[in-house]
């Protein structure tokens, strides 16, 4: 936003008459220069009140630009904010021609749409003030204050040209290479709260204006706080990777895994191994928990192999509500490389008080166990994203699905381990999972998909594009027999390019070989989480529950689901899904007219 000063200036008597032919001063008030004083005019003091010159001052005027235009300075904004609350803290700055921010605030599932909003309200102007959006990044920052438990400032900078602006808008530096400079010296010298800012730089090589690959590197690398967190490429596609790569990690820096472990309790005193590498023989395992089962059902004397965690040395075990089996959590649990703790190899060990054998317990079930993500920290992330028309239409678009999957990343932990994950509508990129490309969201209206991969979306009867909310009582249900040999083209609900699976595609998930399933919460939503042994690709299916043949009434949501497969059951009036709880999943026929969730396949 600009302010302009007109003054109008004619005499007494051109106004006196009706006419008037001024000419006017335009003066525009610089954000820079705000405090200079402007000594318009001096009068003497003998001049008559008719001679004075009358003057119309008309303030207030302003020029409001589209795209990624708007006064960092607006005194709208909140100045110095105070955040006191424990949570992920985010704020975004698009630039062009100048800069447009979006003001630091709390980033979780119920916030996550004004940030997707913003994003999308984004248009494309020409020019880059690439330097001093970054600077202004780190003013915002250093004008809040965050919570005591801060642990991580970063600032993720994406461009695809050089800067050809910033020092216009600050006249404090006179040339680009100047402001550059002054920004490398900011980013490596700022403390915020005693912390250094940790600077990510992603390009996009090959467009006007970007000066090829070698000074491509120069600028982003006086953007990144190490060489480490550079990356360019003149493949959009691996652009929105390192997007999903750097919300994954800042994810990870922000939240901490709790481990529900669920085993069968061995005699007390019993020595109890839990390992996690995969292994055959026990001697050979390098990351496990180990304790003595004691009286009242508490682990002691714990030991942590390749692990850390906050639950110290003894932990309570509590009875498994749906079993006779006991259930061991462990806190902040990671590996000592700083890593996730992954469930997918975790077996269990037993030894007798006296012996000195340990003995595979074949009936534990890993799959029962789950881990619970958890927010232990604050953090604050700074987005700053190039808008300058060079992108073009159709990479400017990609940039915006790809920082929205960057913002559901940082809430959800996932973005589906694909590429994919935008607010909604028909584009999902998908994941591969044992040889089958799955979407990384379930089913919403017909034709979308949900917001994220944790959203409900909605249930659907074999073979009807009707969908039904996943919440709540429902009215107008339709329990009349369903017919059909399979799910029909013209009722799959799925977006274009996208299809119902068949019963062998879901069967893929249950491949043990290739594929392991657990129980997870993710954003507090209660699910299953499918991740193929090779590449690591998962999916997260959430537990939606099911609407039943009668009255469409809405059952078990957050502890079962059901997911359709096209293909019809073994009964005339059967058709063939997924189905899961938190200890097993299985494929099988079940009645046509209830409502599951659909999880599309790409055709």
């Not at 954000?31 to 003497?44: A, E, G, P, Q, W």
């Not at 461009?159 to 020092?167: A, C």
């Not at 992330?381 to 699905?401: E, H, N, P, Q, Y």
Request: glycine share 10%.
């Amino acid at each position: 936003m600009r302010t302009y000063l007109f003054i109008i200036m004619g005499n007494s008597q051109d106004l006196d008459s009706g006419y008037l032919s001024p000419f006017f001063l335009l003066l525009e008030f610089s954000k820079i220069n705000y405090t200079k004083s402007l000594n318009l005019f001096m009068f003497k003091k003998s001049f008559k009140l008719r001679n004075v010159v009358a003057i119309a001052i008309c303030l207030a005027v302003t020029t409001m630009f589209s795209g990624c235009n708007d006064d960092v300075e607006n005194p709208n904004n909140p100045q110095n904010p105070t955040f006191t609350e424990t949570g992920l803290y985010m704020g975004i700055i698009g630039f062009n021609d100048d800069v447009l921010v979006k003001d630091i605030g709390l980033l979780n599932a119920d916030t996550r749409q004004s940030f997707n909003n913003f994003i999308d309200n984004m248009t494309m102007l020409n020019n880059t003030a690439l330097y001093h959006a970054v600077y202004t990044a780190i003013d915002r920052i250093q004008q809040a204050t965050f919570p005591n438990d801060l642990i991580n400032v970063s600032i993720v900078t994406f461009t695809d040209g050089l800067d050809n602006i910033s020092h216009r808008l600050n006249t404090s530096y006179q040339s680009e290479g100047q402001y550059r400079a002054a920004v490398n010296n900011r980013i490596r010298n700022v403390r915020i709260q005693n912390l250094p800012i940790s600077a990510y730089a992603i390009g996009l090589l090959g467009r006007t204006g970007g000066g090829g690959a070698d000074v491509m590197s120069a600028s982003l690398n006086s953007l990144a706080s190490n060489a480490n967190n550079v990356r360019m490429s003149a493949d959009m596609n691996d652009i929105n990777a390192e997007f999903a790569r750097i919300a994954d990690l800042l994810h990870r820096e922000n939240r901490s895994l709790s481990a529900s472990i669920v085993f069968p309790p061995p005699f007390f005193g019993s020595r109890v191994r839990f390992v996690f590498n995969p292994v055959s023989n026990i001697e050979n395992s390098t990351i496990y928990i180990e304790g003595v089962y004691s009286a009242g059902d508490v682990l002691t004397n714990i030991v942590y192999r390749g692990l850390r965690s906050s639950s110290g040395t003894n932990v309570q075990a509590v009875r498994d509500p749906n079993s006779n089996s006991y259930v061991l959590t462990f806190n902040n649990l990671e590996l000592e490389s700083g890593g996730n703790v992954s469930l997918n190899n975790l077996t269990m060990w037993r030894r007798g008080a006296t012996a000195t054998q340990w003995i595979h317990e074949v009936e534990f079930d890993p799959n029962a166990s789950t881990i619970t993500e958890v927010e232990r920290a604050s953090s604050v992330i700074m987005l700053v994203l190039d808008c300058s028309s060079s992108l073009g239409t159709a990479d400017f678009a990609r940039m915006k699905t790809a920082a929205k999957n960057f913002i559901n990343v940082l809430v959800s932990g996932s973005s589906g381990g694909g590429s994919g994950g935008n607010s909604g509508g028909g584009s999902n990129e998908g994941v591969v999972i044992n040889g089958v490309r799955w979407a990384t969201r379930n089913v919403d209206a017909p034709g979308t998909f949900a917001q994220t991969p944790e959203s409900s979306g909605m249930l659907y009867q074999w073979n009807r594009r009707a969908g039904w909310v996943s919440t709540g009582n429902v009215s107008g249900w339709n329990g009349s027999p369903i017919a059909g040999n399979s799910w029909g083209s013209t009722n799959d609900p799925c977006p274009q390019s996208w299809r119902v699976p068949t019963v062998g595609e879901l069967q893929t998930l249950t491949n043990t070989n290739s594929v392991t399933s657990q129980w997870a919460t993710v954003s507090g939503v209660n699910g299953r989480r499918f991740t193929d042994r090779t590449s690591g690709n998962y999916i997260f299916l959430p537990a939606v529950g099911w609407r039943e043949i009668n009255n469409g009434v809405l059952n078990q949501a957050g502890s079962f689901g059901g997911y359709w497969s096209s293909t019809a059951g073994g009964a005339a009036l059967n058709a063939r899904g997924l189905f899961f709880g938190n200890s097993s999943v299985l494929v099988r026929d079940d009645q046509r007219v209830h409502a599951f969730s659909v999880r599309c396949v790409a055709e």
